[in-house]
């Protein structure tokens, strides 16, 4: 079982990126899913979360600019953040709670 993550880069405060990750040997549509993010010396923190039927929420930091959303035929879960802030600098993972399989993190980075 794989999760692969990308669209990670750097960016202005303000820009935006869509995070993706893609599961593979797993049955998808029957899990939960969610994105973590983590910098150095801190605990990872999550996100976001979409359930196998849809429901998201999020953590108040980024709501209202993050989207979590999830395309069971790609086998894929996003992540599109908007009006980046240099706090939202981290390591972005994607994750199966029911699982606990982690993917191999991506790197966002917003600087002015």
């Known amino acids: 079982v794989q999760l692969q993550a990308c669209g990670g880069g750097s960016v202005q405060i303000g820009g935006s990126l869509r995070l993706s990750c893609k599961a593979i040997?797993?049955?998808?549509?029957?899990?939960?899913m969610g994105w973590y993010r983590q910098t150095p010396g801190k605990q990872r923190e999550l996100v976001a979360t979409?359930?196998?039927?849809?429901?998201?929420d999020y953590t108040d930091s980024v709501k209202g600019r993050f989207t979590i959303s999830r395309d069971n035929a790609r086998r894929t879960v996003y992540l599109q953040m908007n009006s980046l802030k240099s706090e939202d600098t981290a390591v972005y993972y994607c994750?199966?709670?029911?699982?606990?399989?982690w993917g191999q993190g991506t790197q966002v980075t917003v600087s002015s």
């Open positions: 994750y199966i709670p029911s699982r606990a399989i």
């Open positions: 040997g797993v049955n998808f549509s029957i899990y939960d």
């Open positions: 979409i359930t196998r039927a849809g429901t998201t």
